[in-house]
């Protein structure tokens, strides 16, 4: 495969994704937005329950890949269910997803393959795909210089290596970004973003003037509901 990653495509699909899905909240589920674009989502214990459902080197492809896509075209992602930290799975999830929606395995069918060799490019594209759906270039930039103290990988649902990775990545994705999808993206995450909660009566609001008073009880210092 002769071409360069295509980041730019990548950065512009997770966009679209966003605002197709009205993806509006972090941290993003992967498993919601695969659910509501059609895509079949399924535990690997409900496989393993089915045997007549899987190829028989599955198994094996699934202690060295904890998410795995199968059925080409209609597509099905199969993840291990097994995992103490559900957060694990949430970037290669999404990285199955980049791989779906960017139409890797129509354009490029032997990546379907059961002895295929992963191509450096595609992945590089889904990898460009998973962290600008779950960490939005728009988004994270917001937290940072808003709530720098609150720009952590928890708040997106990532593990530290993977943040770290996200954040490396940042002005990269960032030269991909036009003015008309970082509106967009603020515009979805908008509420959120500007969500603070009542250390006194509990009351969650939207606070489109950043005031230190709760609208409800006149409460001082509400806190960013992140």
């Known amino acids: 495969m002769a071409f360069a990653p295509r980041i730019d495509r990548a950065v512009r699909y997770a966009c679209s994704v966003c605002a197709d899905l009205q993806i509006s909240r972090l941290p993003v589920d992967p498993f919601h937005v695969g659910e509501l674009a059609g895509i079949t989502m399924m535990p690997y214990s409900t496989v393993l329950a089915n045997p007549g ?23 099905c992602i199969v993840y291990r269910d097994d ?18 929606f960017m139409n890797h395995y129509r354009d490029f069918p032997d990546q379907m393959e059961e ?5 450096p490019v595609l992945e590089a594209e889904a990898d460009a795909f998973a962290r600008n759906l779950l960490a939005p270039v728009p988004v994270v930039d917001v937290i940072r210089f808003n709530r720098p103290k609150q720009a952590r990988g928890t708040v ?19 030269s991909y970004m036009d ?33 230190d008073r709760c609208p409800a009880c006149g409460a001082a210092g509400p806190d960013w509901n992140l």
């Open 156 to 174: 997106f649902g990532l593990p530290r290596s993977t943040w770290v990775s996200r954040l490396d990545a940042l002005s990269l994705d960032r």
């Open 53 to 75: 459902w899987f190829p028989d080197d599955l198994p094996g492809q699934m202690q060295m890949n904890p998410v795995l896509t199968l059925s080409y075209p209609s597509f």
């Open 115 to 119: 002895e295929r060799v992963p191509s």
């Open 179 to 211: 003015e008309d999808m970082a509106n967009t993206l603020i515009w979805l995450f908008h509420d959120y973003l500007l969500g603070r909660r009542c250390a006194a009566c509990g009351h969650v609001f939207t606070d489109e003037a950043q005031e």
């Open 83 to 100: 995992f103490a930290d559900p957060d694990r799975l949430r970037f290669p999830v999404s990285h199955e997803l980049g791989h779906i």
